[in-house]
């Protein structure tokens, strides 16, 4: 079992910076990737950004390249994403999740994930 509490969301004007966390426990953190997917209002969860158990590799959804970036912190079973240049379209519910089947280094399907958070709002004013 693993546990998963995000927080840090909130509310930011466009071009402004937020960084979220999640704060995991129960199983050992630095043996699998983690990832971070969003939801906004009226549309399907998508996902957002995936990082590998070492921290070494990321991956990155075409739209949030560049602004937004994934780390963790496995001596504090917590991972992170720095999200910069915020704009109205990264308003969303932000989920981060844990892929501990051991079957992808860096997962970006939400069925490659077996532990998700209760997720954080982030709203971005124009």
């Known amino acids: 079992q693993v546990q998963l509490v995000e927080s840090g969301g909130g509310l930011v004007q466009a071009g402004g910076s937020l960084r979220l966390s999640c704060a995991a426990s129960g199983r050992t953190f630095s043996t699998f990737p983690m990832g971070w997917f969003r939801q906004a209002p009226g549309k399907e969860r998508e996902f957002v950004a995936a990082?590998?158990?070492?921290?070494?590799?990321?991956y990155y959804a075409d739209s949030v390249k560049g602004r937004i970036t994934i780390s963790r912190d496995n001596a504090k079973n917590t991972v992170y994403l720095q999200m910069n240049s915020l704009k109205a379209e990264d308003t969303a519910v932000y989920y981060c999740a844990a892929a501990t089947l051991g079957r992808w280094v860096l997962p970006s399907r939400e069925s490659e994930y077996d532990y998700w958070g209760q997720g954080t709002q982030v709203t971005v004013s124009s």
């Open positions: 990082i590998r158990w070492s921290g070494g590799n990321t």
